[in-house]
């Protein structure tokens, strides 16, 4: 699904219009009622007054033939008596074209308004003044089309060493735009994070001055050519779709993503990632909700829910989810984290995990945390070393060392795991074959593939039954020492790599770090 950040781009634009139009419309109509030499002076008065604000205006005309138009520069409203915080509002050139005949009537009908290089600054709530917009909306004007090219919308921190939460809408229309009328619209984006361009269009309004996180709003979006090499650790282009609609405050959002060629850099294996998802943003701080994502990967099905909030003492966001998989592929999820063109194990897999990606630098891989647990029916490793040895000890287990179609597959392989620093810590780690139990702990280091195991291996047979002949003999002297509770029970350990593994007895390793 796209990013947070993507998703509030394409909704926070919205609060913008508002204060496009009622920036737009007291422009024009101060253009139309003063041609003075002080008309300067009057407008900044008039701007003052609509907006309890203090005003900047560097240029300022107006034209009255063949039609009613007004050119200007370097407006800047600052919240009154506010030194605090940047101006609210900042314009860099604006137009605006109206006929004749359509200022004679009510309501006063617009032509075209144009903005370039419109900012708007939020500062953080504590810092914030109930700005008191009446006046300013009870204005009689209906506006044909409202242009605004090179836009952005920045969310103030509340500390002064961060920085600003930006949104760059770089192109804007708007048509049939009243203060006390819902106006459609259609926008064009270029996200900074993940880079890739979004396409909207809907209607916004109308704007509510009492409480603006009321202000209604209806859309579609797409977002196309979305490189998620941007975060380091996966990579793949992205395309979404959907529709999103509600409040400011609470916009519900429904919609699917697809990516082809989605790659986790530690595996290094393009797979086609598709994912349909719900959520809820708080489009006045980004905040979101995921009530659920579903996430399709080759045969297995992944159901994620959560939140991805601001950070309360770090920049960026805190991704937090409830992630399962139920009757799901193990070689599917294996080919995201293991570099072999083969899984090295296939089976039916089960699991719960809590995701936890903070915003820090890095790889994801070493960034990403977890903490869950699994089950593994039907478990097979493909590599025919690997088997034989499973099947070897299957054999021994049964006290039939030579007979070769005694041996077994894995089965029951469960356990519970933590990913913190690109290490996967596994506890409690269990499998089955016939005629023996392995348990273990250990880690197993996802860049690297090096296993640490230590753990217990419980058999049916006695120590002497593994072996024959002269082997056999000499083994039966140890048996009691390693019998209990009716079975054998010997110390081993799981070393090497993935790709060459190593097993073999473990005398010396504390009792503390093995397999219960």
Known sequence: ??????????????????????????????????????????????????????????????????????????????????TDVPPLISIGEFSAEAGILGLLGRPWKIQQIKLKGLVIQIPPPALRRKQDWSKARKMPVLIHEIVSDDAELRLLPKSA???????????????????????????????????????????????????????PLAAQYTF???????????????????????????????????????????????????????ATVDGTNGDTLLHP??????????????????????KGRLIVLDVTVDQGRLEDLMRLAVKADEPPMTGVIKFHTKFDLPHEKGSIADRLNLDGKFDVAQGRFTSPDVTGKIKTL???AQGNPEDEDAGS??????????????????????????????????????????LDFHG???????????????????????????????QTELPIKITGTRTHPSFGLDFHHKDKDKGE
């Open 1 to 82: 699904m796209p990013s947070p950040k993507t998703r509030s781009v394409s909704k926070v634009l919205l609060a913008v219009i508002s204060l496009i139009v009622i920036v737009a419309v007291t422009l024009i109509v101060t253009g139309i009622h003063l041609s003075n030499p002080s008309l300067r002076k009057k407008a900044v008065e008039m701007l003052g007054e609509k907006f309890h604000a203090s005003v900047e205006l560097k240029d300022f005309h107006v034209y009255l033939f063949p039609g009613a138009r007004i050119e200007g520069s370097g407006l800047v409203l600052r919240h009154e008596g506010r």
């Open 161 to 215: 060493d961060k920085d600003p939460h930006v949104f760059a809408i770089h192109h804007l229309v708007m048509h049939s735009v009243g203060l006390d009328r819902p106006a459609s619209f259609t926008a064009q984006l270029t996200n900074a994070v993940p880079p890739g361009e979004i396409d909207t269009k809907g209607s916004f309004g109308p704007w509510s001055p009492d409480d603006p996180g009321q202000t």
């Open 224 to 278: 196309d050519k979305a490189d998620l090499g941007v975060f380091r650790g996966i990579s793949g282009i992205l395309s979404s779709q959907g529709k999103f609609g509600g409040v400011l405050e609470k916009i519900e959002v429904e919609g699917k993503t697809s990516t082809p060629d989605f790659t986790v850099e530690v595996g290094g294996h393009p797979l086609a990632l598709d994912t349909t998802f719900n």
């Open 293 to 314: 994502v579903i996430a399709h990967l080759l045969h297995t099905v992944i159901v994620a829910q959560g939140g991805v909030v601001k950070s309360p003492d770090k």
């Open 394 to 396: 299957s054999r021994k």
């Open 409 to 450: 597959s894995v089965s029951e392989l469960k356990g519970n795991f933590v990913l913190d620093n690109g290490i996967m810590t596994f506890r409690g780690l269990t499998f089955s074959v016939t005629g023996a139990e392995v348990a273990l702990n250990g880690k197993y280091a996802l860049q690297k593939e090096d």
């Open 456 to 486: 217990k291996l419980r058999m049916k047979a006695k120590l002497s039954q593994t072996m024959t002949g002269a082997k056999s003999f000499l083994l039966k002297a140890f048996d009691p020492f390693f019998h209990k509770n009716g």
